[in-house]
């Protein structure tokens, strides 16, 4: 089965935000940015897939910038490609939509049975990858999927709901899954085969040139969370502290 | 790159190990077995650990995940009559080994993760590494603004840097140095972590990632010496960089304040009367026969008003703090496994000799020892410093 892993990069949260005053927006020059956490998860799903049924696994990803590193880290841990989609603008964090018509443009010209990415990314702004690559790509999505098990030309695909629901699910190939937790943790791969992945293998690049897209969705600023006014901490025994909240109940029109 | 038997295992130790062939040596003593304080709970403790490789049974070595034990601490190589290099041959190259193979408990990954992609194991921002400086009382100055030479080039490391109850140690340190007058200065963001514990894992490829980083970064400066508070890094500076090919003298903290005891005497006052014991760090005592015994014992005899008592456990006979060779990293793992901790057992043996404070002089220490006086239920009762911090009490009050 020859599965597609669609890996974004994001900023690295471990460093400040700051936004750009001129513009409005995250401000980039000193921006880190690291593979999307769950889009890591998909590639360590892909690789257990084809541990089980064998197959190409190829990872692809967008100039973001820096992403040679984690390219063949993922080399390394065991992908077979790894293909970089050169294009106008990727470095600038494109959104989701334009992210999604390059992936799916790049997609038209590579042999796949699924497509595995992240379900969600913390810069998600307009939508989430995995179903807008599904969506004009015209293939089925199911997104929140903990675990892929291939079976008669078909997949049946674990998804978790909110409240501790699952859900087993048959989806027909090819299909695309945004993935929540791969059935292991992300693996270690040690440095030495890192290195030498860079110093043996090849990443491959598609020059895509400029990606339109219909829908842009624009962003009139950017802010970052501001702290509200603290809490209350209301003392007493429970007697007292269990009229001091009718009382407040009582005074905020929240009861009668 | 990964090996597929004993032997083929065993020729890798014997050459990727200086005397490694002293492993065909091994007695089947047993020594060190018994002195390793988590033998007990190994599947292969080094002696069976050896015999198990002699009668070929690679599969049953991989298949147990109890070398993650191993704490590096070097007291079954101090105690090996072959003198086997038994902890940075035998039980880090298997580690090597069981990092190939992916077999690595998650806590570790995660150490090892942010240590290739921050340069510290702590994940912590790497343009933050000199903050602990910032809006301090003694300037304290960053070799890449500083664009002077230094006489002494101060290593603070990982846990020195970032670890709010290190900082403190990392801050005393700098008042200390102030008031003598040293002239030195710090790589700050330039400074990544020194790699030695993630070698011990058995990740020497990060290991050389991390050290070529601090190499390039050195050479860029002009110094006479290196100073550092982490035992760790003035292991790996003394032993394993100059193997990349930087050899420059490196001294760790209680050494380099011995040179200037006749400076730093006078400074000392009489803050009361207090009872402390000193634990010997692994890597300044026992590792590759640092031998630092003397000058932090030096430094807190001097205290005005410091009774100085011994542990039963003391100088090469040491009980391993728990930390090193990955441990550090892996208190789920090993409490899940074993039941106890190291740091545990040496807090009881503090408590036994009367002491009001026990001195250590390794990063890792301040927190985990503070950590085991809570969890035996005897906060209030010992307080854990840094050697360094008891001078500087002693100076500044």
């Known amino acids: ?256 | 790159m990964s090996v597929a038997t004993s032997y083929e295992f065993l020729d890798k130790v014997i050459r990727a190990t200086p005397d490694g062939k002293q492993i065909r040596k091994c007695l089947q003593c047993g020594a060190c077995s018994g002195v390793c304080p988590y033998g007990f709970a190994m599947d292969y403790p080094p002696r069976s650990l050896i015999a198990a490789l002699r009668a070929d049974d690679w599969h049953g070595v991989l298949e147990s995940d109890t070398i993650w034990l191993c704490v590096s601490c070097f007291a079954c190589a101090s105690v090996c009559p072959s003198r086997i290099p038994l902890t940075r041959g035998l039980l880090a190259t298997l580690k090597t080994e069981m990092l190939v193979g992916g077999s690595i408990p998650a806590e570790l990954q995660a150490a090892l993760g942010n240590s290739r992609r921050y340069g510290n194991a702590l994940g912590e921002s790497p343009k933050k590494r000199a903050d602990w400086a910032k809006d301090f009382t003694v300037p304290v100055p960053v070799m890449a603004t500083h664009k002077e030479p230094v006489e002494v080039l101060w290593f603070v490391g990982d846990y020195g840097s970032y670890h709010p109850r290190v900082q403190q140690v990392t801050r005393a340190l700098a008042k200390v140095l102030y008031v003598l007058d040293v002239d030195f200065g710090i790589l700050g963001p330039e400074e990544n972590s020194d790699g030695d514990t993630q070698a011990f894992t058995g990740e020497w490829g990060l290991f050389e990632l991390l050290a070529r980083k601090n190499i390039t970064a050195m050479n860029k400066y002009t110094f006479r010496e290196i100073l550092t508070a982490d035992p760790h890094a003035y292991n790996a500076l003394k032993h394993e960089y100059p193997r990349l090919g930087f050899v420059r003298p490196v001294k760790h903290h209680t050494q380099y304040l011995v040179e200037h005891f006749d400076r730093i005497r006078p400074l000392l006052q009489n803050r009361g009367p207090q009872r402390v014991t000193y634990h010997d760090p692994c890597y300044l005592g026992r590792a590759n026969d640092n031998n630092i015994y003397d000058e932090p014992r030096q430094l807190l005899r001097a205290i005005p008003g410091l009774e100085f008592v011994e542990m039963s456990h003391n100088r090469a006979l040491s009980i391993c703090c728990g930390g090193g060779g990955g441990g550090m990293w892996l208190d789920g793992f090993s409490w899940e496994k074993a039941h106890t901790r190291t740091t545990e057992w040496r807090i009881k043996e503090a408590l036994a000799v009367g002491a009001d404070v026990l001195a250590v002089a390794c990063p890792y220490e301040t927190p985990r020892f503070e950590d085991a006086v809570k969890s035996t239920g005897n906060e209030g009762k010992l307080a854990v410093k840094d050697v360094v911090e008891l001078l500087a009490e002693s100076m500044f009050g």
Do not use: W
Not at chain 1, 15 to 32: A, N, Y
Not at chain 1, 151 to 177: F, Q, W
């Open chain 1, 1 to 256: 089965m020859d599965i597609v892993v669609l890996m974004k990069f994001v900023p690295d949260l471990v460093e400040d935000l700051e936004i750009d005053g001129s513009t409005g927006l995250l401000e980039r020059s000193f921006l880190r940015l690291i593979p999307n956490e769950l889009d890591e998860h998909a590639l360590e799903e892909a690789l257990l897939l084809k541990d089980r049924c064998g197959g190409v696994v190829s990872v692809l990803t967008l100039d973001f910038g820096d992403v040679d590193e984690a390219l063949f880290t993922a080399l390394a841990k065991g992908a077979d490609r790894a293909i970089k989609l050169t294009g106008e603008g990727f470095d600038q964090g494109p959104s989701n939509q334009r992210i999604a018509g390059a992936f799916s443009r790049a997609l038209g010209d590579l042999r796949f049975d699924l497509i595995l990415t992240g379900t969600q990314a913390v810069d998600d702004l307009d939508g989430f990858v995995g179903g807008l690559v599904a969506d004009r790509l015209e293939l089925p999505y199911v997104g929140y999927v903990t675990k892929v098990t291939p079976a008669d030309g078909e997949l049946i695909v674990h998804k978790e709901y909110p409240g501790g629901l699952n859900a087993e699910i048959e989806v027909t190939r090819p299909a695309v899954l945004g993935i929540q937790a791969a059935e292991k943790p992300p693996r270690y791969v040690v440095t030495s085969k890192v290195m030498e992945a860079m110093k043996t293998r090849k990443i491959e690049e598609i020059a895509l040139g400029e990606v339109a897209t219909e829908l842009e969705v624009p962003v009139a600023a950017m802010a970052l969370p501001e702290s509200g006014s603290h809490a209350q901490m209301i003392e007493g025994d429970a007697q007292q502290v269990a009229e001091k909240i009718v009382t407040l109940l009582r005074e905020r029109g929240i009861v009668a």
